[in-house]
């Protein structure tokens, strides 16, 4: 070890402390305005904290309704897209990396051209075939498309390769066929990295907004990103405090689940960028 | 691979080398699920878009006339998807470099690295919906917004055409340079500590240990940032809808949002369409780039 306190690490630390304070500030400034009593948020000169301190604004936010039911829609939709999604590729990447049938190189090509497609060219004709099949302002029509994501196919597809074959042998003489191959050995032993891509999935989903936006008009099945958005400017009009709190509740939940799992978010974050998308 | 031989479900294979053969019903059964949702949800519409863009066709679905190429040639000739499409990358140069930047500091510094890591990357994980509110109604408002109200200012910042696209364009850098961060925390974590000994003992200077050994050591990483944000870039569309809607005077219109005003507000799906076409095939491009980018990086790690 070097030694730990020298000043070239002072300086670095201001510098760095500094630019720390400032990318927090807008993050600081939502909770502060959220905290005050509505009079207080548009005071000039600024303050940091208001007459009192209140929970007032958060009563009210969560005491409208529009609120808890957006966040039960954003964590129904995102919790079925992370499963079927990370079921669904596991699957098909489990298939192609390991068993052998007719057309699977083509079938393979044609999924990982896939991966070049963004889904906002996808937008206008997807839309068309969600009114053909009656699937607006409906959970699956928000759901099922996002849950062709070919990206994550390739990343798992790209693991199980990786993973020794004497593995399975073993479990294929004892006389274990494939799916409970499958079940048994190689899902449980590709914890980490479905821990990543399940996590990356549901933050996608959670965020998403354009698709959920232009599927749901129906304030009942509006996901979080899209309750807010449309809505919240109308009903609170220019309660700053409101709409603060309002912006403090939805961005909290991936904060939390941040902290919590760390490590697999920066792996996967790392992973994506070196499996380049 | 034609001369499969059915096995029963369930039988072991015989010899080691034969498992996957056995299993062709079964790794076709494999795939199925996906592949189901994936023609239905991603290759399906791709074509229906493919064949709107020939045709007139509006939002309610009549006037379906074919066209032809006339909406691609509509679409080169239009001042506003040049200007759209320059928006759009216009972005890169910042995310890049400070990501680099932030990266280098926490890198190097040894005091509370969950700290700085949590302060930079932490705005990534919101929702485009939770930062527009929040730098719109409470950082740019003109007043007792958080900018105008600490510096003493009275700026315009989204309502001035010459500042409003700079404007988005900080709000993008704070909201989503962490990850870029993130991938160049995980490049400098992976350069070999025994290059930095080594030059320590020639008396190398830290700028000479910057240039000449970790920025060369990033270069494929800087490679790969650069060409995933430009694809990120070219699909923007959140944050500005929400913002400004592509105002004031077309000056902060991403090519989506050029794309869906078409569509959805203007009603010419058709000619929207093959807006969105354009964008997939510069999208194709700079994949292509990327897909060498990380060949080569393949390679390299061999």
Known sequence: MTKRFSPGQLVLLVVTGALAVVWLAPLAWAVATSLKPEADTNKIPLQWVGSEVTLDAYRLVLGTGGIVKWAINSTVTAVVVTVMTVLFSAMAAYGFARTQFRGRRVLLAVILAGIMVPPQVLIAPLFAEMVALGLVDTWWGIILPQVAAPVIVYILYKFFQGVPPELEQAAFVDGAGRWRVFFTIVLPLSRPVLAAVSIFTFITTWNNFLWPFLVSTDPNTMTLPVGLANVVQGTFGVRYAQIMASVVLAGLPLLIIFVFFQRQIVRGVAHTGLAGE | ?302
């Open chain 2, 1 to 302: 691979m034609t001369t499969t031989v059915e096995a029963p479900a369930g039988a072991a294979p015989v010899a080691k080398t034969g498992a996957g053969r056995r299993w062709t019903q079964h790794g076709l059964l494999f795939v199925a699920p996906f592949l189901v949702v994936y023609v239905a949800f991603l290759v399906w519409p791709l074509l229906l878009g493919l064949r709107m863009s020939l045709t007139s066709v509006n939002i309610a679905g009549s006037n379906a006339g074919f066209v032809g190429l006339a909406n691609y040639a509509e679409a080169f000739g239009d001042p506003r998807m040049w200007r759209s499409l320059w928006n759009t990358v216009l972005s890169t140069v910042p995310l890049v470099v400070l990501g680099l930047v932030f990266a280098l500091l926490v890198h190097n510094l040894r005091f509370m690295r969950w700290l700085w890591r949590l302060s930079f990357f932490a705005p990534f994980l919101l929702p485009s919906a939770v930062v527009s509110l929040l730098w719109l109604q409470m950082i740019y408002q003109p007043g007792f917004g958080l900018l105008n109200g600490t510096f003493g200012t009275d700026i315009l910042w989204l309502g001035d055409p010459d500042l409003a696209m700079w404007s988005v364009v900080m709000t993008t850098v704070w909201w989503t340079v962490g990850f870029n961060f993130l991938l160049y925390l995980a490049a400098l974590q992976s350069i070999p500590e025994h290059l930095y000994e080594a030059a320590a003992i020639d008396g190398a200077s830290a700028w000479d240990k910057l240039r000449s050994i970790t920025l060369p050591m990033l270069r494929r990483t800087t490679g790969l940032v650069v060409v995933l944000q430009l694809l990120a870039s070219l699909k923007v569309f959140d944050q500005i809808y929400l913002m400004t809607g592509g105002g004031p005077e077309n000056s902060t219109r991403p090519i989506i949002e050029y794309a869906y005003d078409i569509g959805f507000t203007g009603y010419r799906v058709g000619y929207a369409s093959a807006v969105s076409y354009i964008l997939f095939i510069l999208i194709v491009a700079v994949s292509l780039v990327q897909l060498r980018l990380f060949r080569k990086r393949e390679e390299s790690l061999r």
